[in-house]
């Protein structure tokens, strides 16, 4: 029996790709990468990944947990979170009956906006089937969390206005454009240019906005006081008007991966708040972790994981695998040790599992993906794959 790859090879053709790639570039008004193959995911092992992300977003939410994370100084005062405020995901590295957390990203994920048209795109015009479309009705989702319900609340998109978001902007547009679809006024604004009136709320070129739809990572915010000034000045003031809270990625950065292998060793009664389902969970899917400053040199990190073969260096926040370190040398190590041990984390090596990719020609190649689970008003809401060579989307789907 051909299994559902094979079934899509058969009948691939490079026209039906070049339809599928040029109808969103149409569409979003800007060409992406996108895989020509779906991720074949099984029913059972998604509802196993499903669990493993509510347990997650239990565990973000758990107020130990919450006043744990909340020790170290961070540039942002914190603020309680509501339900909408839970809006990021989950990734995974798959192999063989195994699914690995790698990252936690408690912030919209990477080109949120493009999961329900990519998906309806491709089973249109690659017809793969699925048994579930996991993305149908996530754009209204996010439209329902950012109003509350209230779509006469105009929305403020407040993305970065530096040039490392530029290429982002047709996906921020296109974000802009749901909104408008579903009744909502809706813009893309820069976020360093906001005012505020009398009350508190923020003003983009006179027009007074209900609600900022948050776009702005963390990181950049941090790394640019003086431009983002204004922002900070309004978060300050009306913390509540943020959708979603951008204390959120204090809770989600890289600390957490060393806080999802600790739990899977505590033997105390629900940890940091969880039920015993919750903790087998997170113990069923985390890798060993360790902050670099719980060991008193380089050659401890490197005893701790078995060797440097078995270690990744992973900056407590980052974009992209920018500063990650994949099996480093020894000589990396000591460096990144003695520069930034306060900023890094160790993490097992556990790489995806290559399978069966099509070229955009039609030939086969293997590659492995990255499983992209994203949750959307406290939880489960998306799922995507992205090619661990070149980044590539895809959709996934339930066989």
């Not at 292998?261 to 505590?266: I, K, P, Q, S, T």
């Amino acid at each position: 029996m051909a299994t559902p790859f094979e079934e899509l090879r058969a009948r691939f053709r490079p026209d039906d790709y070049q339809r599928y790639v040029d109808r969103l570039a149409a569409t979003i008004g800007h060409r992406y990468t996108y895989s020509t193959t779906p991720l074949f995911l099984p029913r059972e092992r998604l509802e196993r990944m499903f669990a493993t992300v509510r347990s997650v977003v239990r565990l973000l939410a758990s107020p130990r947990y919450q006043q744990e994370a909340s020790s170290e100084e961070w540039f942002l005062p914190g603020h309680p979170l509501r339900t909408r405020d839970f809006f990021g995901c989950v990734d995974f590295h798959l192999q063989g009956d195994e699914e690995k957390i790698i990252e936690v990203n408690f912030n919209p994920p990477g080109r949120f906006g493009l999961l329900e048209l990519m998906e309806r795109t491709l089973l249109e015009e690659l017809a793969a089937p699925t048994l579930v479309r996991l993305n149908e009705g996530f754009e209204k989702a996010v439209v329902d969390a950012a109003t509350e319900g209230d779509i006469g609340r105009r929305i403020a998109i407040a993305v970065n206005p530096t040039a490392s978001s530029r290429e982002l902007l047709p996906h921020y547009r296109y974000v802009e454009s749901f909104f408008l679809r579903h009744g909502v006024e809706a813009r893309v604004v820069f976020a360093d240019a906001v005012q505020m009136d009398a009350d508190g709320f923020p003003l983009w070129d006179g027009v007074r906005y209900d609600v900022v739809l948050n776009l702005l990572i963390a990181r950049t915010w941090r790394d640019n006081p003086e431009l983002f000034a204004p922002f900070t000045a309004l978060y300050r003031r009306r913390p509540d008007l943020f959708f979603p809270s951008p204390f959120g990625a204090r809770l989600g950065d890289k600390r957490l991966l060393a806080v999802l292998h600790r739990l899977g060793e505590d033997l105390g009664e629900e940890p940091l708040g969880l039920a015993a389902g919750d903790v087998e969970n997170l113990r069923r899917a985390s890798l060993p972790a360790l902050r670099l400053t719980s060991c008193r040199d380089a050659g401890e990190v490197a005893d701790r994981f078995g060797g440097l073969e078995n270690l990744v260096l992973k900056p407590l926040d980052n974009y992209r695998g920018n500063g990650v370190v994949v099996q480093p040398t020894r000589e990396e190590l000591a460096a990144i040790f003695e520069r930034s041990r306060d900023n890094y984390i160790a993490h097992a090596f556990f790489p995806a599992e290559p399978v069966p990719c099509l070229t955009p020609d039609g030939r086969v190649e293997t590659h492995p993906f990255e499983v992209r689970v994203g949750f959307l008003n406290g939880d489960v809401r998306s799922v995507r794959g992205s090619s661990c060579i070149n980044l590539d989307m895809t959709p996934a789907v339930v066989v």
